[in-house]
């Protein structure tokens, strides 16, 4: 089988498995998705917090979908011994590695559209002004979580600290990223942190695309630090890349 | 076999050292595996000093030493997992290093600890990993090979561990591997799983299968090896058929005189007693209490690696 055709079906084991483990299935999914209707149902009858909140569960979506799940599987797997398995056979790697992504990439991308669908049909949001923007940010946001999860997982020793290490690192930046709020509320050590970490400008991205119509021009500064994390996080990736 | 087996030794190596083109062609000598003083250090640990060996093609050839001797090193820089510091190594007639995916399809590696995903099936496991090789083995016979039929449809976390270890194995033969590596595939296992080992062991013999397994148990490389190798600090102390192994000590001969236990070693027990038992009979006495024993396994390797 060509490398191609052994990516593909790498990709449908890890899709068929991924349902079939309820509480991956529940936290990667399911709980950004929760969040936004409760958040929303909340604020309904505020449609500015609406255009805060919905490109911001948008980010985090995608920030959980890749960032949280691949660092946490990858742990998982390297300390299981499944990598080492994987390496004791001729299946190419970027076929395996290529599955494991694309699977990452395929729950990202339904949680931002869900998200889109959702707010539209249920809480009135305008469908999104700049597609090619939307498509720009989400699509460097998805590749540059990926990588920093890819890189993220090296530095957890191990499986039980693995929710411990992810929690400490996603939890903060949601909260000073505007997922919730805007974060020009927050004090100004708070909102120089966030704006040297990706989480803010893709949101910022992703709102300029979905609310304000501001196109990927506006944010070229945004652009600028997502894809120095992302060169950052994909070096680190491939370079302290452990097998066990 | 020897002055072929001492020629086709050195085709085998230097193919592996002029690379795989070549390497390709000694896939037809009788060596599978042939080692030349390797060394592997790690750091200021030098845990492999200088081993060589060879294996046969069709053999069971078994690694023996106590934790810490280099044997899972040795093992590891085989498969492919780790470098060598220097020496020569020829598996298959490639160099392992290289990790080249038609070596890896040519291999089945039966890992100490490895775990799967939890949520798929025995059968969608097999047929996933046979997918990865060039010429796969049927995936519902290779479950059959295993002893894992009824089990066919069960989630992995429902294995115990005995079966869990039995689908491992599936998975190394799925390529249909000429050469299987065991490491240490009893450790940790009560009686009756150790026993399942062994048959499978057996049974990977009988498919012609060569293998190289490590243990620290004695009986299990008696018990499953056609040839043992001693490994101690990095070294072999001591190589052969584990009948010869035994042979290789000397005899004890003793008995009783006025009270008194006499005890003698030799090299040569049949000569000694014709001698004893003469002198006994001239002068009219009985040699009460006369022994000969023989080393056991045990002997041989508490003498060579304490």
Not at chain 1, 36 to 58: C, K, N
Not at chain 1, 110 to 139: K, M, S
Not at chain 1, 181 to 200: F, H, Q
Not at chain 2, 95 to 120: E, K, N
Request: aromatic share 8%.
């Amino acid at each position: 089988m060509s490398t191609a055709a052994l990516l593909w079906r790498q990709y449908r084991f890890e899709r068929r498995l991924f349902w079939r483990n309820p509480s991956a299935a529940f936290f990667n999914f399911l709980l950004p998705l929760l969040m936004l209707v409760l958040i929303a149902s909340v604020f309904a009858s505020e449609p500015d917090e609406l255009d805060v909140l919905i490109p911001g569960i948008a980010g985090m979506s995608i920030m959980a979908t890749t960032f949280t799940s691949l660092s946490f599987n990858l742990v998982w797997l390297r300390e299981e011994g499944v990598l080492r398995r994987i390496r004791s056979t001729p299946l190419p790697l970027p076929a395996y590695f290529g599955g494991m992504l694309l699977h990452a990439v395929t729950n990202a991308l339904l949680q931002v559209t869900l998200v889109i669908v959702i707010g539209n049909v249920f809480y009135d949001v305008p469908w999104p002004r700049d597609w090619l923007a939307l498509a720009v940010f989400a699509a460097l946001g998805i590749a540059c979580f990926a990588a920093l999860g890819v890189a993220f997982a090296h530095a957890i020793p191990n499986v039980d600290s693995a929710p411990a290490y992810t929690n400490a690192v996603f939890l903060p930046l949601i909260f000073i990223s505007g997922v919730f709020y805007s974060s020009d509320s927050l004090p100004a050590v708070l909102r120089a942190i966030a704006e040297a970490l990706p989480l803010k400008h893709v949101i910022d991205g992703l709102a300029g695309a979905i609310v304000d119509g501001a196109g990927v021009a506006d944010h070229l500064t945004a652009l600028a630090v997502i894809c120095g994390w992302l060169v950052a996080g994909a070096v680190v990736a491939v370079r302290y890349f452990r097998w066990e | 076999m020897g002055s072929s087996h001492g020629r086709s030794r050195t085709r085998a190596l230097r193919h592996g050292a002029a690379g795989h083109r070549l390497g390709t062609l000694s896939g037809v000598t009788e060596l599978a595996i042939d080692v030349r003083d390797l060394h592997k250090s790690y750091g200021d640990v030098h845990a492999v000093r200088g081993i060589s060996f060879s294996v046969r093609r069709g053999e069971v050839f078994g690694l023996l030493g106590p934790n810490g001797a280099g044997k899972t090193t040795t093992v590891e820089i085989l498969e492919g997992f780790r470098r060598r510091t220097s020496g020569e190594v020829s598996v298959l007639g490639h160099d392992p290093a290289r990790r080249d995916p038609s070596f890896q399809a040519r291999v089945g590696i039966v890992l100490q600890s490895a775990g799967f995903y939890r949520h798929v099936t025995v059968r969608e496991a097999v047929e996933h990993f046979a997918s990865a090789y060039p010429k796969p083995r049927d995936p519902d016979e290779t479950i059959d090979l295993v002893g894992l039929t009824g089990k066919r449809d069960a989630r992995v976390r429902q294995l115990s561990g005995g079966q869990q270890r039995r689908l491992d194995l599936a998975l190394a033969l799925i390529g249909d591997p000429e050469l299987v590596f065991l490491d240490e595939p009893t450790t940790g296992f009560d009686p009756a799983a150790r026993r399942t080992a062994w048959e499978v062991v057996r049974t990977l013999r009988d498919l012609g299968k060569t293998v190289l397994l490590t243990t620290h148990y004695l009986d299990e490389a008696n018990a499953l090896s056609d040839r043992v190798a001693i490994v101690k600090d990095g070294r072999i102390v001591a190589e052969g058929p584990p009948a010869e192994l035994q042979g290789s000590g000397r005899y004890t001969v003793s008995y009783d005189v006025g009270g008194r236990r006499v005890v003698h070693e030799t090299d040569d027990p049949t000569d000694l007693l014709y001698r004893l038992t003469s002198d006994a009979i001239a002068r009219g006495e009985r040699l009460e209490g006369l022994t000969v024993t023989r080393p056991t396994l045990e002997d041989v390797y508490l003498e060579l690696t304490e």
